[in-house]
């Protein structure tokens, strides 16, 4: 049994100490926002927040998640419902196409507008590593800069 904190609220999960997080997450807890890509930490479809930094679920264990604060794509918007502005630019610049990445594309760009306010090109080429089959990535770089500035 671990205990994992999950958008806020303490949750026991009755898994394996090695289940990767990313199925704890979906399977145990229910919360399917996080997608299953690649299951190699490459594409970025589960990427969630581990204490403030974007992380591929896929390639953590629970056990390497115990004691840390981590938030998926279901608690990213206020307590009072209000969507956060990479929510907001996403559904305002009509980003995704088929939405499947979209949850993790979503969670990476808001920890990136965290560590870099006002992130350059270069910088979201740098750090936005995750892949959208649909080729979204003009209307991604759009709205990044749209949420830079709101």
Known sequence: MANLTINGKSINVDVEDDTPLLWAIR?????????????????????????????????????????????????????????????????????PQCGYCQTGMIMAVAALLKEKPKPTDKDIDETITNICRCGTFQQVREAIHAAANA
Do not use: P
């Open 27 to 95: 399977e145990n807890v229910g919360l399917t926002g996080t997608k299953y890509g690649c299951g190699i930490a490459q594409c970025g479809a589960c990427t969630i927040h581990i204490d403030g930094i974007a992380m591929r679920s896929c390639g953590i264990s629970v056990s390497e998640a115990v004691g840390k604060q981590i938030t998926t794509i279901e608690g990213l918007a206020t307590s009072d419902g209000a969507l956060h502005k990479v929510q907001q630019a996403w559904i305002k610049n009509d980003v």
